[in-house]
């Protein structure tokens, strides 16, 4: 298990090192770990946040844990040396285009919800995240017009094949789950959306076991929050896959909760290559504080177990050692509890 360590900024560092102590914990056979920079550490030990050498060792690997990029010092740099092109690099030099996000109500998490508790102990869903294309990767710029006004534009386009290999992602998910598959998109205003809708039609023909149906944006957002439990799998777009999945994070209780992996095409002894990471970011204004949520990171770490080493049991454990935590009560103070972030971890050992 040769795992690729990329903990960079903020509260990055502090959910890795927790992730780490749980991974050792295990007593895993042929663990190895491997470290490397990313983010703004990278820019200032480097002069660049994704250094040639990590990129190096993120393909040496097996698998990639990922804590987060991101510092407000680093706002002013030209976007190419912005902490957040470390994650971003790593999924398109990887070809990692496939971001699975669940949102799962823990037992007895209810009451930490945003919403209401009825309302929150339904929730079950996965959203299919595509990570390679869209407003993201297109051409982008700033420039003054003649006239003297500043102008700024990206380019949102996805290609038929893009579309096609994610939504075939978001049928196997949903095959696998309740055979139930949300297509979201904006159809009625963007023509990039009227395509995906096409061809996530076209390729529900190869899954007639699945139930296809589609919904604009807006309406998703708003059905996330009215009534989440409608939702068993969730396919769309790189941007509007990152909102959403903030947004259905505080529906089972808080950001410091959800995990994910991207995956591509490459394949490992046990499974499939992939970068495991929370979906938060590097949260400058807890950093260094004690305060961050490790169980996205330590959630994550179990998806990589279930996925890139095919570990299942190993993976359950870790999951269900989470679940039993929570379920006893042990909160941070992003659930309104207590306890810090060594604290949190230190109580999923104690339930492995
Ligand atoms: P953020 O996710 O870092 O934080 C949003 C809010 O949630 C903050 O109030 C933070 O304190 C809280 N929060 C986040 N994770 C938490 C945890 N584990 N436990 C408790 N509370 C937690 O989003 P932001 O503030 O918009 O972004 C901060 C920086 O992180 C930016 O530079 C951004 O670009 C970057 N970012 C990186 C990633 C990534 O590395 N994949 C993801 C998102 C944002
Ligand atoms: C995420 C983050 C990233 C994204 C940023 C940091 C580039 O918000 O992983 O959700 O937008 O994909
Ligand atoms: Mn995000």
Known sequence: MKIAVFPGDGIGPEVIAETVRVLEAMRLPGLVLLGGDVGAIAYQRHGHPLPPETLTTAREADAILFGAVGDPSCDGLERHLRPEQAVLGLRAELGLFANLRPATTFEGMEDASAL????????????????????????KGQRTTEDGRREGWDMMSYAEDEVRRIARIGFEAARGRNKR?????????????????????????????????????????????????????IVTGNLFGDILSDQASMCVGSIGLLPSASLGERKTAGGTFGLYEPIHGSAPDIAGQGKANPLAAILSAAMMLRHSFGAEDPAQKIEAAVARALADGIRGADLGGTASTAEISDAVIARL
């Not at 869903?125 to 595509?130: K, M, N, T």
């Not at 699945?210 to 409608?230: C, E, F, I, K, S």
């Open 181 to 233: 598959l949300t297509s979201v998109d904006k159809a009625n205003v963007l023509e990039t959306s009227q395509l995906w809708r096409d061809v996530v039609t076209e390729v529900a023909g190869e899954y007639p076991d699945v139930t296809l149906d589609h919904l604009y944006v807006d309406n998703a957002a708003m059905q996330l929050v009215r009534a989440p439990g409608q939702f068993d799998t």
């Open 116 to 139: 209401r508790p009825e309302i929150a102990r339904a929730i079950d869903l996965l959203i299919v995240r595509e990570l390679n294309g869209d407003v993201y990767f297109g051409d």
